[in-house]
């Protein structure tokens, strides 16, 4: 949820209030290295204190945008020990015992996801830092690996019935996933399936090729979604923290429950999955892709008895997908715009520009 109050000290904002934590002192409460990588904490506490929300890249750091999530942004961040990483950042939590909270939750989710259902993560690791003024913010460090080899950006490297094969071999990591779902209904997982979120090992621009063999990476390890006897552990409205106000109470009684329900929901997850194609500008591939899933389900998926897809659920689905995300963009631009030029105050959550889909 987005947060409002008075300024305070020296015409600074309350520490709910102001997402960076430009030109404070920072400190680290919680910190792990990615394996083989040594980060340099000073370096990634300067880079926050000198963060502003409203033009990132003027950090003194240098540093640019790799991606934007609706309660995150992903920074590479180009110095000497940190350019080899990507740095995951989310400003939303009201205190440190709540970020101490979704730690705990990151950290037993990624432990799920690579010890019990056998997903391959790129090496990662964490930083909890606080400002001086209090406001936690949690870091989500991972190795960056080459954007060809994402998935997204893959699919304009491999010809068509390697696009296929990749497909494919997303269908068999999501299928660890829901056979484990399937063998423990009281501490299921959750996963965004989308193409973006798969990166293939060891892949070569230069020479763009697949096989049957080929090991798939999953990126998105953010939204700790997972079950303990029955009980969905992940507090919902973290994702209303970046969220105009005024939307906060219909997006609670409409939207929530969706979003934390969906991704333990095999099908809406391969429908979003095949959808993803249409955002990605590869709308040609959509019918095969289908059938590729449906041929899936029915023969190595058939134990979990998992419906068909057609073309126009599909279809459907995205045009909605398209409309809601595209207004909610607007309302959080309006917001920006009130908060800053009507209300002088600062805006919380770093924007992306247009989304092409």
């Known amino acids: 949820m987005a947060r409002r109050g008075s300024s305070s000290r020296s015409g600074w904002l309350s520490p709910l209030e102001s997402e960076g934590c430009m030109n404070t002192e920072v400190s680290t409460i919680g910190f792990r290295n990615p394996q083989g990588y040594e980060v340099q904490c000073g370096l990634l506490q300067e880079f926050e204190g000198g963060l502003d929300p409203l033009n990132p890249q003027a950090n003194r750091i240098p540093c640019h945008v790799l991606g934007y999530g609706e309660i995150s942004t992903v920074f590479g961040i180009d110095t000497v020990g940190l350019q080899d990483l990507a740095f995951k950042r989310m400003c939303i939590f009201k205190s440190q015992e709540e970020a101490q909270a979704y730690l705990d939750h990151y950290i037993e989710y990624n432990c799920r996801l690579e010890s019990e259902i056998g997903l391959h993560l790129p090496p990662y690791g964490y930083a909890l830092l606080v400002c001086d003024v209090g406001r936690p913010v949690f870091y989500i460090i991972q190795k960056r690996l080459l954007p060809a080899s994402i998935g997204n950006q893959a699919i304009y490297w491999l010809a068509p019935q390697e696009i296929t094969l990749l497909f494919k071999l997303a269908l068999r990591e999501l299928l660890k996933v829901w056979q484990y779902n399937q063998s423990h209904p009281d501490s299921k997982v959750g996963i965004d399936g989308q193409i973006s979120n798969w990166a293939i090992a060891d892949f070569d621009p230069r020479h763009p090729s697949l096989d049957e063999t080929a090991a798939l990476y999953y990126l998105d390890t953010s939204s700790p979604l997972y079950l303990q006897a029955g009980v969905e552990q992940l507090d919902p409205e973290l994702f209303l923290r970046s969220a105009p106000p005024y939307l906060v109470w219909i997006l609670r009684l409409l939207f929530v429950k969706d979003v934390m329900t969906r991704y333990y929901d095999p099908r809406k997850v391969l429908i979003d ?85």
């Open 273 to 357: 999955l095949v959808a993803n194609f249409y955002k990605e500008q590869r709308p040609e591939l959509v019918p095969g892709l289908v059938a590729t899933a449906n041929t899936y389900l029915t023969h190595e998926a058939s134990k979990l008895s998992i419906p068909g897809i057609s073309v126009k659920e599909v279809s459907d689905y995205y045009r909605e997908d398209e409309i809601i995300w595209s207004l909610y963009l607007s309302f959080r631009q309006f917001d920006r715009f009130v908060r800053r030029k009507v209300l002088h105050r600062e805006y919380p959550y770093i924007l992306p520009g247009k989304i092409h889909r």
